[in-house]
């Protein structure tokens, strides 16, 4: 259950009921080799409240690092608050994990990008592709690497060590937009998504949107944690168009 302070969508009243939290991601280690998770850990579970909190109004989220193998009976998924917003209310789906490998956009230092220029308008000459869209960081939702930024990057420290803080996770509105699909699509909608169609189809759209979330202004949910604290303590930011 959600204990902390929580909002009506887009206005200053405070919604008083109890909330159950909105299960977001559920992800197994054995799904994920290389992802670094504590140790007796072997399963992540991240929920949120669906209602606005904070300054700039977004969900809230919980992570838990679990063992699945002390996991008891497994209660029914209480179901979402009726007057939830239900762009803040995940479509079920099942997650089908895919590694990439990425590189820095908005955290990339002034000085490597002025080095790179040049490279990177050989890149957009000879292939069309932008570094920032089909090489940088990855969209979508995803685990690890860069945060997908929409703005500034903001960085959170630890509250008990200072140090900054690790990227977890990212919950995005979108998987890919007009530029990115030409990468960074999924493996397994390449089939189905037709080029300048991927907005268009019935198809393309299902992939582009497929866990139904609208975050703001096609925003994301970033959630980060301090892996050189024991216990781990996670941190959030959230920024959109």
Not at 36 to 55: K, N, T, Y
Not at 208 to 218: F, K, S, T, V, Y
Request: aromatic residues 12%.
């Amino acid at each position: 259950m959600c204990a902390e302070e929580h909002y009506v969508r887009n206005s200053s009243e405070l919604y008083d009921a109890e909330v159950s939290l909105v299960p977001i991601v559920q992800v197994y280690e054995t799904d994920v080799p290389g992802f670094e998770f504590p140790p007796g850990r072997d399963l992540l579970q991240v929920l949120w409240c669906p209602f606005d909190h904070g300054e700039f109004c977004y969900p809230l989220p919980q992570v838990h690092w679990r063992d699945s193998g002390a996991v008891g009976p497994v209660a029914s998924t209480p179901p979402a608050p009726a007057d939830a917003p239900k762009a803040y209310v995940p479509d079920p789906c099942v997650v089908h994990p895919e590694p990439v490998s990425e590189y820095p956009s908005g955290d990339m230092p002034q000085d490597l990008h002025d080095a790179l220029r040049a490279r990177f308008d050989q890149l957009e000459k000879e292939t069309g592709w932008l570094y920032w869209y089909h090489l940088a960081d990855a969209p979508g939702i995803k685990l690890g690497g860069y945060p997908g930024w929409t703005q500034e990057p903001v960085w959170p420290d630890c509250a008990v060590c200072g140090r900054r803080m690790d990227h977890l996770l990212t919950v995005a509105s979108w998987e890919y937009d007009g530029e990115s699909w030409r990468t960074w699509l999924p493996l397994e909608d390449r089939g189905v998504v037709d080029g300048e169609d991927t907005f268009r189809c019935e198809q393309g759209l299902a992939a582009h949107h497929a866990a139904g979330l609208m975050l703001g202004d096609a925003g994301g949910v970033y959630v980060f944690e301090c892996r050189s604290c024991p216990d781990r303590p996670i941190g959030h930011w959230f920024d959109c168009s």
